[in-house]
């Protein structure tokens, strides 16, 4: 059973940092893609960062590139997103994702990721 918590989320007041984990079982996390994706209130899910365990590779949205980085730890199966010089707009329940049902195509679209965890919450204020 796969199961995926996430953990690190809290209030900062802006420009600061959050660092977000998700500890994931139940499935082969060396070989595999993990995401985090963002949901703010009265908006759509959206994605923010990827990394697909084979090659390492990493993707962002625009929004956030140069401020966060997503990483892993294939030893400790845990996903990490460091967020850096944080903006009000970050403002979201954040969503940990893993299992790619296909590759190609854009990183961020939803149907693409199998699993999600529950969320953690990020507020950021001015």
């Known amino acids: 059973q796969v199961e995926l918590v996430e953990s690190g989320g809290g209030s900062v007041q802006a420009g600061g940092s959050l660092r977000l984990s998700c500890a994931a079982s139940?499935?082969?996390?060396?070989?595999?893609?993990l995401g985090w994706f963002r949901q703010a209130s009265g908006k759509e899910r959206e994605g923010v960062a990827s990394?697909?365990?084979?090659?390492?590779?990493?993707h962002y949205t625009d929004s956030v590139k140069g401020r966060f980085t997503i990483s892993q730890d294939n030893g400790e199966n845990t996903v990490y997103l460091q967020m850096n010089s944080l903006k009000p707009e970050d403002t979201a329940m954040y969503y940990c994702?893993?299992?790619?049902?296909?590759?190609?195509?854009?990183?961020?679209?939803?149907?693409?990721?199998?699993?999600w965890g529950q969320g953690t919450q990020v507020t950021v204020s001015s």
């Open positions: 990394i697909d365990s084979g090659d390492l590779s990493t």
């Open positions: 139940g499935f082969i996390f060396s070989k595999n893609c």
């Open positions: 994702a893993a299992g790619c049902r296909w590759y190609g195509g854009s990183w961020f679209d939803r149907r693409k990721w199998g699993y």
